[in-house]
């Protein structure tokens, strides 16, 4: 590991961001000669000259904008820490949340939308994933919350715990043009291309028991966890596409798709919520989770309902 001083770093973090040795000397009260000195030592230890001088100032370099780029993490981070210490160690709660990016997009604002109601001052970082790298960011502690098309929490172990929140139910829909070719639901798919999920999909798997069970063979013409690509392919006139309600109800409301079949047909979308047993997190923070997972549902309504949310007056009070 090469031994870093971050006495030089911070120096060349201040001389960047001033532009000049001569302005940053007088916000770190030391001489131009041994600012430049800290520089010169910071470049010897990097093997690469970081800043360019000039009459004008300073230009960073290529190594020299990759170093600059590091330093305003690392000591926006200590900023930060200053003024957590400064204010007796009460810091803003950042709920760090883990997607899995076959969730509807609905449903993840609604759930925005429900932390923001239950806790105004709490910050959420979203990180997506797929299933086996939340599940080890949860162990690690590196998110709190999980919200997935699967249950995690049954493969972690007993430290954690799942909810399932709900059922979404999935359509078959298409523009108008292809609705007109689908006579007959579901024999006409055969004739018809199909966009769907991937295979691992849980949504897939559905639709793949739905359609053999009806001994319906179909031509996928795309398969993508991309829901909006599939919508979009869906409008455009490339095939029927089984979307969830909620990412599709827009679509129908506008004509721009249509739905192939009166009533649902039994296809869901499954979504489960997952975090630690007894999470560490601050008590603000505990307090957070508990009430995502005791308060947030999606409720499975027919097209035109979509997902829902149920209002939660006080949030403190299911805790």
């Known amino acids: 590991m090469i ?36 520089i010169k030592a910071l470049e010897r230890s990097c093997k690469a000259r970081l800043l360019e001088r000039s009459r004008k100032g300073v230009a960073l370099t290529y190594e020299g904008r990759i170093v600059f780029e590091r330093c305003e993490r690392i000591f926006s981070e200590g900023d930060e820490l200053a003024a957590v210490i400064q204010n007796g160690f009460k810091a803003h709660s950042i709920l760090r949340m883990g997607v899995q990016p076959t969730v509807t997009r609905e449903v993840v604002l609604g759930l925005l939308a429900f932390a923001r109601q239950a806790d105004p001052s709490c910050r959420v970082a979203l990180l997506s994933g797929e299933p086996e ?64 999920r991937s295979a691992e999909n849980p949504v897939r798997r559905e639709v793949d028991r739905y359609l053999s069970s009806r001994r319906v063979v179909v031509r996928v013409d795309a398969d993508s966890d991309d829901v909006d690509l599939l919508r979009r392919l869906a ?9 969830s309600a909620p990412s599709v109800a827009p679509d129908i409301r506008a004509g721009r798709l249509k739905v192939l079949h009166p009533s649902p047909v039994g296809i869901h979308e499954p979504v489960w919520f997952a975090c ?18 005791s308060g947030f549902e999606l409720f499975g309504q027919a097209l035109g309902g979509g997902a829902h949310r149920r209002p939660v007056t006080d949030p403190k009070a299911r805790r």
């Open 3 to 38: 031994p870093l001083n971050y006495h030089h770093l911070y120096y060349f973090w201040t001389i960047a961001r001033a532009g000049s040795i001569a302005a940053a000397r007088q916000r770190v009260c030391l001489s131009q000669p041994a600012l430049s000195g800290q």
């Open 133 to 196: 790298a939340l599940g080890a960011k949860l162990k690690r502690q590196a998110v709190d919350f999980v919200i997935a098309n699967e249950d995690l929490a049954a493969a972690l172990g007993g430290d954690y715990r799942g909810r399932l929140v709900g059922r979404l139910p999935v359509y078959f829909v298409a523009n108008g043009s292809v609705k007109r070719l689908v006579r007959r639901f579901p024999a006409d798919l055969s004739e018809t291309a199909l966009l769907v």
């Open 235 to 243: 409008i455009e006139g490339r095939g029927a596409a089984a979307l």
């Open 276 to 293: 630690a047993s007894h999470p560490r997190a601050n008590p603000a923070l505990r307090g957070m989770i508990e009430s995502l997972m």
